[in-house]
């Protein structure tokens, strides 16, 4: 399930966070102490969180469609 989200301008995730994938400037990201999930867009800005992997990969995979790196 994807948590509510409220749009919040990021670092970019630089320190406590792996990127999993990334397409055309939009990140999937992991945080490596509490291992929850999260997307931000082109600006740094996250647009969705879960501690639910797959349900991530879908979302990410929605917001990205059609984007090519």
């Not at 995730?13 to 990140?27: A, P, Q, V, Y």
């Not at 999937?28 to 082109?42: A, P, S």
Request: glycine share 4%; hydrophobic share 35%.
């Amino acid at each position: 399930m994807l948590f509510p989200n409220l749009p919040t301008k990021t670092l970019g995730g630089s320190i406590f966070w792996d990127t999993l994938d990334r397409r055309n400037c939009w990140k999937l990201q992991k945080n490596i102490i509490t291992e929850h999930y999260r997307i931000l867009d082109t600006e740094n800005v996250r647009q969705a969180w879960s501690n639910d992997e797959v349900e991530m990969w879908h979302a990410f995979w929605k917001f990205t469609s059609g984007c090519r790196e």
